[in-house]
């Protein structure tokens, strides 16, 4: 489970907590005794950072189901908007180049060099059927989704 702190962990969590401790019982990663006396432990849990210390050396070998891409990516963005909010901490001079993955001034660097390259494939006369003209997309579109989701997701967390 990722870690939202001392927010109010729902009875869902908590199952989903039991259901990844009975998952390592099964796997052999914990004993029966460690398995009972954290599962009691997950029923007990209040916060999500009661969670997390029940299974916190459980997080690194548990990765998403191929069954669930969606929670696959959702758990992706999570742990970017985690990381996102510690470079936020960071004073603007220790930020370093990895500033320009979030805010406006990412959105505002894709514009920039998104229009460039159209204006150069323009300016060159390269046909609109050209593989240069044609590349655009796959360069623009994926970095482009990623900058605009991880501001969105950004707004969406400042929200709360």
């Not at 950072?49 to 969606?70: C, F, H, K, S, Y």
């Amino acid at each position: 489970m990722t870690s939202l702190g001392d927010s109010r962990a729902s009875d869902a969590d908590r199952e989903e907590a039991v259901a990844r401790l009975r998952t390592a019982y099964s796997e052999g990663r914990v004993t029966l005794e460690e398995f009972e006396e954290r599962v009691k432990a997950a029923y007990a849990a209040k916060t999500y950072t009661q969670l997390d210390v029940v299974q916190q050396d459980l997080l690194l070998t548990r990765g998403p189901t191929r069954a669930d891409p969606v929670r696959a990516y959702l758990d992706l963005r999570y742990r970017q908007l985690e990381w996102f909010r510690g470079l936020a901490g960071r004073p603007p001079g220790q930020r370093g180049a990895a500033a320009l993955l979030v805010g406006p001034a990412a959105i505002g660097l894709w514009l920039v060099v998104n229009v460039a390259y159209l204006v150069i494939c323009l300016a060159l006369g390269l046909p609109a059927d050209s593989v240069w003209f044609t590349l655009w997309p796959v360069i623009g579109a994926p970095w482009g989704s990623v900058v605009l989701t991880t501001e969105i997701f950004r707004r969406l967390d400042r929200r709360r």
